[in-house]
Nanobody, 117 residues
Framework: QVQLVESGGGLVQPGGSLRLSCAVS????????MGWHRQAPGKQRELVAT???????NYAESVKGRFIMSRDSAKKTVYLQMNSLKPEDTAVYYC???????????WGPGTQVTVSS
């Protein structure tokens, strides 16, 4: 079973940048589509971005042009570079791994991102 640990969250001013990391262990990295989701207080968890084992990315409309997701297979780590951050990006960000063969999802514990002046 895959284990996920996020890092890199924090407090940033509007217009600033943060880079989130998600370290993957316990399984073959290439067997998974990786994703970032977020959940703001009082709202449902929503998909932010995904990346396939081949590097194909997809983004929510709300973050297109501002966020970039990438993966480093050698380090078994995925990243979310977040630029031009807005207060509405404030949320707990979760790393997700979806096993391609079974559709089984695994989640990290989450990391808090707060965008505020």
């Amino acid at each position: 079973q895959v284990q996920l640990v996020e890092s890199g969250g924090g407090l940033v001013q509007p217009g600033g940048s943060l880079r989130l990391s998600c370290a993957v262990s316990g399984s073959t990295f290439s067997n998974y589509v990786m994703g970032w989701h977020r959940q703001a207080p009082g709202k449902q968890r929503e998909l932010v971005a995904t990346i396939s084992s081949g590097g194909t990315t997809n983004y929510a409309e709300s973050v297109k042009g501002r966020f970039i997701m990438s993966r480093d297979s050698a380090k078994k780590t995925v990243y979310l570079q977040m630029n031009s951050l807005k207060p509405e990006d404030t949320a707990v960000y979760y790393c997700n791994a979806r096993r391609v063969a079974t559709g089984l999802n695994s989640w990290g514990p989450g990391t808090q991102v707060t965008v505020s002046s």
